[in-house]
């Protein structure tokens, strides 16, 4: 898992600091690193960066 910090904040704790999978990891889900509750699977977090670097818009997440 890697710690980084994104322009998202946790729905529990209101932080900004994720744990992110590796490649290597089977569980790809993403989850706040001070108080570990999911945001979101690593595929759609993927598909949103995606698209928002085409459109130049900030990543938004619903969850």
């Not at 898992?1 to 290597?24: A, H, I, S, W």
């Amino acid at each position: 898992m890697l710690k980084v910090t994104l322009e998202l904040r946790c729905n529990v704790c209101n932080g900004e600091r994720f744990m992110l999978p590796t490649l290597e990891e089977t569980d790809q889900t993403i989850r706040c690193a001070e108080c570990g509750a999911f945001k979101c699977h690593g595929d759609d977090l993927e598909r949103v960066l995606a698209r928002d670097s085409v459109t130049q818009r900030p990543a938004r997440l619903a969850s």
